[in-house]
Structure formats: structure tokens, C-alpha cells
């Protein structure tokens, strides 16, 4: 790979040997969570470019500060692409994350104590769902449903009763642990229904979304909220989109209520990965994720693995590690795993009595695999090497021959640059 960071290596030789080291991680191993990806190169020229250097607070051509003419120019292209890809009636871009994305839906139509119905947790949910150490679970009054017992998909009849109960203003339908599709209609009807709005918090599905390949949230939700990478292979950060009548709300709780100036570099990275996501490889490449992602399914069922719902709709799988061998805990995994070079992360498996920091499973996914090239035919190796690794117990011997593989591997395979 080309080094393009001399500057920062004769100014600063500790920083640069750090970012040298995890590019080199990324280069090595095989990245299997399923909320990261590898971006292009020009979204991260992007990122470091000089609009890191431009204070812009406000919006497009309604400016606190001067000078922002081009920022503007920037701002104004992420909108319209986005608008574009999504088919949504208003977009905030300004977001700096897709908690703050979620954030601004919570402030623009709620007031501390209401009640926001949303999936738990544990069952598959994100930490903005109403998690007790969470700001979602310090404001507002959670009230959680979650999956069934028997099949670990939503049980919507619960969701219409929860919702009929406790009388939510919010509905949140969005997962960031749920490998199946989401019936947005149905949530919308059970919205419709008690007089609550819906949130879609896409961030793990956008990517799918964007592409017809999943459900779409835009013409039957008040908010649709997501991260802009994961499946979107865009820069870290996120956007909220609304129907037009809550636009002036929604960007009144980013700025000044929620957030200072924006981040003009990642709003620019942004603009780039929404035109990247408007080209017809980016569908080839978002089916290729699922392919993957089914493949990876089918091939650990064979090795014994059992999977939360049976199966996979999208990127990721739910692996319950307990049927496999009831002594692995999800952190044994993640680490034996992390030393034969394969990245996964310990999760939470619906009804768990593990903590959250051992687990009963691992959350695995393949928008970076596919990024990288890899296709359906490599699954079953993979899931060979996940088989080995956690039947041996982590045998430093396995491991490091996996390690060998996986490396070589990831060699044939190089992070695009």
C-alpha cells in the first residue's frame, strides 16, 4: 500500500506507527463485525482533507459562521444524493453518529417521561433503545418486546399488545443483533393503531435498504434514522430522514439543540458514499453481502453451530453457541477467534444467562468480507476455521495454523487502497 502519511511520520512517529499497525490489522485479518466495513479511499481522502478545518453551524446558506460557501456546496450534495438514494422527503445530515441520529427523533417529538415502545436489548435491540445506562433509558419511560421463545424472531403480536397497554408516543422498529427482515407495515399499522409515531433505525440494513433488497421503511415511518457505514460503506457517522411536515423540528434538535458545528469532512465522505451507493455495482455488491451472509449460515449449521432464527434474511448471523458446546462462552470465542485472525464480537443471545461481558454467542457478519472480494465459495472455509478454533478450545497449535491461513487468505484479498 502506498504511504501516504510522510508528514505525519517525521512529525509525529508514534501516531504513525499506530495507524501503520492497525492498517495492517485490517490488511491481515479477516474483519467479521457486522457494524464495520472498509470504506473507499476517497472517502477517507475525505476525511482528512482541509474541510476538517471549517467551522459551519446552522444549515446550508443559513449560516453562524463565514466563509462556508464551499461547505455549503458539500452539505447541499449529501442532501441531494441522499434524497436520491433513500427516496425520503427530508434529510438532516449533520448527525455526527447514529445515536445522535436517533437522538434528534427522541427531542423532536418527545418530552422526558413519555414512553418509547422499542426492542430490547438483549433480544437483538441497540443501547439507544432504551437501555437503562443509556440517555434513551435515563429520559424516557422504556417499555421493551422482543422475539419468541421458539423461532427468535419479533413477536409482533406482542409488540401490538405492549403498544395497545402502555399507549408508547414512539415506536421503534430497528435492530443492531436481528438477522431477519423487519415487516415495517406491520409496525407502522400498530402505530397507526395506538397514535404513535415510528421510528425505522436502519443502520445495520441501510445498505440493503437503499438497494430493494429489504423492506423499505421511507413511505410507511414518521423517521427513519441509520449509521452511514455498515452496509452503507460510508465514513462513521449518521443522518435522520423524515416525512417534510417534521423537517423543521428535526433540524432544530441537531442544531443548536443537540449538536454545535458539523463535521464538514464527514459530511463530504457522506456526499461520496451516497453516489457510490447510486451505482448499479453497489447493488451487485449488497447481494453479494447477502449471498455471503447465507452461505456463512448454511456451512456452520453444518458444523453443529446453531443460529438464532435458523437462519439469515441479511448481513449477519446470530451464532447461540450453547448447542455447540455449552462451556464456550461467547468471549472464549471472540478471542480464540481474534487469534486465528478472524474479528468477531461477543453478543447477547435472546433469553442469555451469561452477562453481557462472557455472552452465550458471537454476532458475525459479512459487508467487509465481501468488500474485500470474498464470495460464497469461501464461506464454508471460514466456517471451517470457526470450527476448529472453539473445538480445539483455542489449542495454541490450531490457532496459529489457522492464523497461517487466514492470513494468507487476506493476502490474495487486500483491503481496496
Same mark, same amino acid.
Given at each position: 500500500?502506498?504511504?501516504?502519511?510522510?508528514?505525519?511520520?517525521?512529525?509525529?512517529?508514534?501516531?504513525?506507527?499506530?495507524?501503520?499497525?492497525?492498517?495492517?490489522?485490517?490488511?491481515?485479518?479477516?474483519?467479521?463485525?457486522?457494524?464495520?466495513?472498509?470504506?473507499?479511499?476517497?472517502?477517507?481522502?475525505?476525511?482528512?482533507?482541509?474541510?476538517?478545518?471549517?467551522?459551519?453551524?446552522?444549515?446550508?446558506?443559513?449560516?453562524?459562521?463565514?466563509?462556508?460557501?464551499?461547505?455549503?456546496?458539500?452539505?447541499?450534495?449529501?442532501?441531494?444524493?441522499?434524497?436520491?438514494?433513500?427516496?425520503?422527503?427530508?434529510?438532516?445530515?449533520?448527525?455526527?453518529?447514529?445515536?445522535?441520529?436517533?437522538?434528534?427523533?427522541?427531542?423532536?417529538?418527545?418530552?422526558?417521561?413519555?414512553?418509547?415502545?422499542?426492542?430490547?436489548?438483549?433480544?437483538?435491540?441497540?443501547?439507544?433503545?432504551?437501555?437503562?445506562?443509556?440517555?434513551?433509558?435515563?429520559?424516557?419511560?422504556?417499555?421493551?418486546?422482543?422475539?419468541?421463545?421458539?423461532?427468535?424472531?419479533?413477536?409482533?403480536?406482542?409488540?401490538?399488545?405492549?403498544?395497545?397497554?402502555?399507549?408508547?408516543?414512539?415506536?421503534?422498529?430497528?435492530?443492531?443483533?436481528?438477522?431477519?427482515?423487519?415487516?415495517?407495515?406491520?409496525?407502522?399499522?400498530?402505530?397507526?393503531?395506538?397514535?404513535?409515531?415510528?421510528?425505522?433505525?436502519?443502520?445495520?440494513?441501510?445498505?440493503?435498504?437503499?438497494?430493494?433488497?429489504?423492506?423499505?421503511?421511507?413511505?410507511?415511518?414518521?423517521?427513519?434514522?441509520?449509521?452511514?457505514?455498515?452496509?452503507?460503506?460510508?465514513?462513521?457517522?449518521?443522518?435522520?430522514?423524515?416525512?417534510?411536515?417534521?423537517?423543521?423540528?428535526?433540524?432544530?434538535?441537531?442544531?443548536?439543540?443537540?449538536?454545535?458545528?458539523?463535521?464538514?469532512?464527514?459530511?463530504?465522505?457522506?456526499?461520496?458514499?451516497?453516489?457510490?451507493?447510486?451505482?448499479?455495482?453497489?447493488?451487485?455488491?449488497?447481494?453479494?453481502?447477502?449471498?455471503?451472509?447465507?452461505?456463512?449460515?448454511?456451512?456452520?449449521?453444518?458444523?453443529?453451530?446453531?443460529?438464532?432464527?435458523?437462519?439469515?434474511?441479511?448481513?449477519?448471523?446470530?451464532?447461540?453457541?450453547?448447542?455447540?458446546?455449552?462451556?464456550?462462552?461467547?468471549?472464549?470465542?471472540? @478471542? $480464540?477467534?481474534?487469534? !486465528?485472525?478472524?474479528?468477531?464480537?461477543?453478543?447477547?443471545?435472546?433469553?442469555?444467562? &451469561? *452477562?453481557? %461481558? #462472557?455472552?452465550?454467542?458471537?454476532?458475525?457478519?459479512?459487508?467487509?468480507?465481501?468488500?474485500?472480494?470474498?464470495?460464497?465459495?469461501?464461506?464454508?472455509?471460514?466456517? @471451517? $476455521?470457526?470450527?476448529? !478454533?472453539?473445538?480445539?478450545?483455542?489449542?495454541?497449535?490450531?490457532?496459529?495454523?489457522? &492464523? *497461517?491461513? %487466514? #492470513?494468507?487468505?487476506?493476502?490474495?484479498?487486500?483491503?481496496?487502497?
Amino acid at each position: 500500500m502506498a504511504d501516504n502519511l510522510q508528514t505525519l511520520a517525521q512529525q509525529d512517529p508514534e501516531v504513525y506507527k499506530i495507524i501503520k499497525n492497525e492498517e495492517n490489522r485490517q490488511q491481515l485479518m479477516l474483519e467479521m463485525i457486522a457494524s464495520e466495513n472498509h470504506t473507499s479511499p476517497a472517502v477517507m481522502e475525505a476525511q482528512g482533507s482541509c474541510l476538517t478545518n471549517k467551522y459551519a453551524e446552522g444549515l446550508p446558506r443559513k449560516r453562524y459562521y463565514g466563509g462556508c460557501d464551499h461547505v455549503d456546496e458539500a452539505e447541499e450534495l449529501a442532501i441531494d444524493r441522499c434524497k436520491a438514494l433513500f427516496g425520503c422527503e427530508h434529510v438532516n445530515v449533520q448527525p455526527h453518529s447514529g445515536s445522535q441520529a436517533n437522538m434528534a427523533v427522541y427531542f423532536s417529538c418527545l418530552q422526558p417521561g413519555d414512553t418509547i415502545l422499542a426492542m430490547d436489548l438483549s433480544h437483538g435491540g441497540h443501547l439507544t433503545h432504551g437501555s437503562k445506562v443509556n440517555f434513551s433509558g435515563k429520559l424516557y419511560n422504556i417499555v421493551s418486546y422482543g422475539v419468541k421463545e421458539d423461532t427468535k424472531m419479533i413477536d409482533y403480536d406482542q409488540v401490538a399488545e405492549l403498544a395497545k397497554q402502555h399507549n408508547p408516543k414512539l415506536i421503534i422498529a430497528g435492530a443492531s443483533a436481528y438477522p431477519r427482515k423487519i415487516d415495517f407495515e406491520k409496525f407502522a399499522q400498530i402505530a397507526k393503531d395506538n397514535d404513535a409515531k415510528l421510528l425505522a433505525d436502519i443502520a445495520h440494513i441501510a445498505g440493503l435498504v437503499c438497494t430493494q433488497l429489504h423492506p423499505d421503511p421511507i413511505p410507511v415511518c414518521d423517521f427513519v434514522t441509520t449509521t452511514t457505514h455498515k452496509t452503507l460503506r460510508g465514513p462513521r457517522s449518521g443522518i435522520t430522514m423524515c416525512k417534510e411536515e417534521y423537517a423543521k423540528s428535526i433540524n432544530s434538535c441537531v442544531f443548536p439543540r443537540m449538536q454545535g458545528g458539523p463535521l464538514c469532512h464527514v459530511i463530504a465522505a457522506k456526499a461520496i458514499a451516497f453516489a457510490e451507493a447510486l451505482k448499479p455495482d453497489f447493488k451487485s455488491y449488497s447481494e453479494q453481502v447477502i449471498k455471503n451472509s447465507k452461505s456463512l449460515a448454511d456451512a456452520l449449521l453444518s458444523k453443529g453451530f446453531d443460529l438464532c432464527s435458523g437462519g439469515t434474511d441479511n448481513h449477519l448471523n446470530l451464532v447461540d453457541l450453547r448447542p455447540y458446546d455449552a462451556n464456550v462462552t461467547g468471549a472464549d470465542a471472540e @478471542n $480464540w477467534l481474534h487469534d !486465528a485472525g478472524i474479528v468477531v464480537n461477543k453478543n447477547l443471545i435472546p433469553f442469555d444467562t &451469561r *452477562k453481557a %461481558t #462472557e455472552t452465550s454467542g458471537i454476532r458475525i457478519g459479512t459487508p467487509a468480507l465481501t468488500t474485500r472480494g470474498l464470495t460464497e465459495e469461501h464461506m464454508p472455509l471460514i466456517a @471451517n $476455521w470457526f470450527d476448529t !478454533a472453539l473445538s480445539s478450545k483455542g489449542d495454541s497449535t490450531a490457532i496459529e495454523n489457522i &492464523r *497461517k491461513e %487466514t #492470513e494468507e487468505l487476506c493476502k490474495s484479498f487486500p483491503v481496496p487502497h
